[in-house]
């Protein structure tokens, strides 16, 4: 199975980022190779897990399952960039003003209980943010197009008190989430 955890958004981000990533496209003209994430499917991930074997997934919902000690908080999304940091940019994406320093205590403490069972996460350093649009192909003229788009203001706001453990299938019709267990901030 396929398995990640991520932070959810509310319809009302969900909305203000879907007219930011309209601003976007306006500013990039009829840009072929850029590919909008669908906003119903945005997420913050926390952590990537990939394939899991199927006998495995049930401790990692079990460790998954239990509250985190730490208190609900909010997160407001503001700022674009892209990555990579310099070139031909392939994500652009939205970052995390208020919130960050929450969100990225919330990330080690998932990361750790994952990695006490075993899982291998991605070793390079966590950075919050939204992915809002993939280019297929782009010229390094495309990151000061898209970035023009940025409105210098905070984009959305989410409370955030819990994350969600969900299985990814992917098909040609995009990607379907199954939420698997959700663990609580208290």
């Given amino acids: 199975m396929r398995l990640f955890v991520a932070l959810d958004l509310d319809d ?3 909305r203000a980022i879907a007219a930011l990533q309209q601003r976007v496209l306006n500013a990039l003209g009829a840009e072929r190779s850029f590919k909008i994430v669908d906003p119903a499917h945005m997420h913050l991930t926390l ?3 990939g394939e899991i074997a199927e006998p495995s997934v049930p401790a990692i919902v079990d460790t998954l399952s239990a509250n985190i000690d730490l208190r609900p908080f909010a997160a407001a999304f503001q700022g674009l960039g ?5 070139g031909a940019p392939r ?8 919130g960050a320093t929450q969100i990225g205590d919330v990330q080690r403490k998932v990361a750790d209980r994952l990695t006490r069972l075993g899982v ?3 070793r390079r350093p966590f950075h919050p ?3 809002l649009a993939r280019w297929r192909s782009s010229l390094p003229i495309d990151r000061p197009r898209a970035l023009a788009a940025d409105p ?3 984009v959305a706001r989410v409370a955030v008190d819990h ?14 989430y199954t939420a698997l267990t959700r663990v609580n901030l208290t």
């Fill in 82 to 86: 892209a990555f990579p940091p310099r």
């Fill in 120 to 122: 291998a996460l991605e």
């Fill in 163 to 176: 994350a969600t453990l969900y299985q990814s299938r992917l098909s040609p019709a995009g990607p379907t």
């Fill in 152 to 154: 210098h203001a905070v």
């Fill in 47 to 49: 952590a990537f897990l």
């Fill in 12 to 14: 009302d981000a969900r």
């Fill in 91 to 98: 994500i652009l994406w939205l970052g995390v003003e208020e």
């Fill in 129 to 131: 943010h939204l992915t």
